[in-house]
């Protein structure tokens, strides 16, 4: 493995070489152009440190690389999500800072993190939005536990419903939803008719393009004023909110 490398590193440079000086490569024999590559080799042998230092190098740059792809692909989400009034939430729409995540009801990781959502949405003192874009990519039920919850939303329930759903240690099933739904104060006739509309259909097919297209594959994934945090870390998710908070103090 080291060998292969160690090969590779030195055909690079020759190439790097040849890149820098072409007139002078064209000159160069096959015979001479192996004993280049052999000379680099041999260095890069007696000088590992450089080597490594040239892996990391590549490392750093490949993940500065991802992170700004990563931010080019968040920008349209972000604003495109940001000032979608449909989207349910809490808090000011312009408060200073803005957390969205993207779950599912059947992922504990969501139920684990739940607690830290609710309390970020509950005591925010008006600097703090939070959205709540649905992503059920776990289970069939999850499908219908997030159009009964858009369905909801239009009775003005969301947050009942929601919070009934990720507190909810079963399957969500047409049974389980109806009776968490009722409880919830929700008109379980109409939110059934609602669930079928081509409105929130749509909302849903967006809400997965938007999560795939920003790399989002697992739930729960966060996006606070723009920075991404993936899985339930409520640690990252409220030190991102703090440091919104203060700058914007």
Known sequence: MIKRLLGGAAIMLSLSFAVGAPAQAEELSDAQKAEIEGVIEQYLLENPDVLLRAIQNVQVWQTTEQARQQAEAIEPVWDA???????PSVGPLDAPVTVIEFFDYHCGYCKRAFDG????????????RTMFVEFPILREESADAA???????????????????MENRGILDEAQINTLAKDAGVDVDQMRKDMQ???????LQQYAAMARSIGVNGTPAFLIN???VSGADMERVNALVKAGLEQAS
């Open 197 to 203: 509309s081509p409105e929130i259909n749509g909302m």
């Open 147 to 165: 159009r009964a919850a858009l369905a909801a939303a239009k009775q003005g329930k969301y947050m009942e419903i929601h919070a009934a759903f």
């Open 226 to 228: 723009g920075q991404m």
């Open 117 to 128: 959502v609710k309390e970020l949405a509950e005591n925010s003192d008006g600097k703090i």
């Open 81 to 87: 999500l940001v000032a979608d009034s449909s989207v």
